[in-house]
């Protein structure tokens, strides 16, 4: 495999290597270096874009440690897929560091959606967020707790009348699902699932948006906890059914 085409970068008030860093990422990330390409030896793009190679080793390290590349000895450096749908279900393990990207994820989008819930849920939409709950129980096995758990969240951003959110929380649901089945291992964790439910239905059918977000920003620290207590494999029930 050739290597890919380089091209230099502009000039910027920021110190080189950062300048260098910023230029090489926004190549990676806009697509202009595709994901498998290999880059020019560090010798040759050092050479093409007019910088020491220390410089160049400097911007390396950075788009390394943020995933942008792989550098590997007789392979070279290698642009890697920064397409994350497709990768989110291996990045994020059960047990792995990707944890607290998984909650970072949802505490951002699922609180905000409930408030909107809270405004904009109709009889209807009541309805259904009690009839998961009624079906939710701690004596489900876990991949049957785990699809409630679902469910139920899917409902809530339904209720908020956003078709793209609801379109972003359903997407969500599938990146973290590896990680939430964690939280469903125990009689006590589908208990207290069920119960962070119940405070998140409550306040939505009393139609307040505040508490309603507070209530999920609630239930998540809880589940963030279930997450992290939990043993490190999951039980063989799970299956990718659960998706």
Same mark, same amino acid.
């Given at each position: 495999m050739d290597p890919v085409v380089v091209p230099p970068a502009p000039p910027r008030a920021e110190s080189v290597p950062v300048n260098l860093a910023a230029h090489l990422e926004r190549l990676i990330v806009?697509?202009?270096?595709?994901a498998g390409s290999r880059l020019p030896?560090?010798?040759?793009l050092a050479a093409t874009l007019s910088v020491s190679r220390s410089t160049l080793r400097e911007a390396m390290?950075?788009?390394?440690?943020?995933?942008?590349?792989? &550098?590997?000895?007789?392979?070279? /450096?290698?642009?890697?897929d920064t397409? $994350?749908?497709?990768? @989110?279900?291996? #990045?994020?393990s059960a047990r792995s560091s990707q944890q607290s990207h998984a909650a970072e994820l949802r505490v951002t989008i699922e609180p905000p959606i409930a408030a909107l819930a809270a405004q904009r849920a109709t009889r209807a939409n009541l309805v259904q967020l009690r009839d998961a709950l009624d &079906?939710?129980?701690?004596?489900? /096995?876990?991949?049957?707790?785990?699809? $409630?758990?679902?469910? @139920?969240?899917? #409902?809530v951003a339904h209720a908020a009348r956003n078709p793209l959110l609801s379109t972003l929380q359903?997407?969500?649901?599938?990146?973290v699902a590896g990680v939430r089945q964690q939280s469903h291992t125990t009689v006590e964790s589908r208990r207290s699932s069920r119960d962070g439910h119940e405070a998140i239905y409550a306040a939505i059918?009393?139609?307040?948006?505040?508490l309603a977000?507070?209530?999920?920003?609630?239930?998540?620290?809880?589940?963030?906890?279930l997450i992290a207590t939990a043993d490190p494999e999951p039980p063989p029930s799970f299956g990718p059914d659960v998706l």
């Open positions: 806009t697509g202009q270096l595709k030896s560090e010798r040759a390290y950075e788009l390394e440690a943020k995933g942008l590349v792989e &550098r590997t000895r007789g392979r070279g /450096t290698i642009v890697l397409d $994350l749908r497709a990768q @989110f279900g291996s #990045l994020i &079906r939710s129980h701690e004596g489900l /096995t876990p991949s049957e707790s785990l699809r $409630l758990d679902i469910e @139920f969240h899917q #409902l359903e997407l969500a649901a599938e990146w059918a009393a139609r307040d948006p505040e977000k507070a209530a999920m920003e609630d239930h998540l620290r809880v589940v963030e906890h």
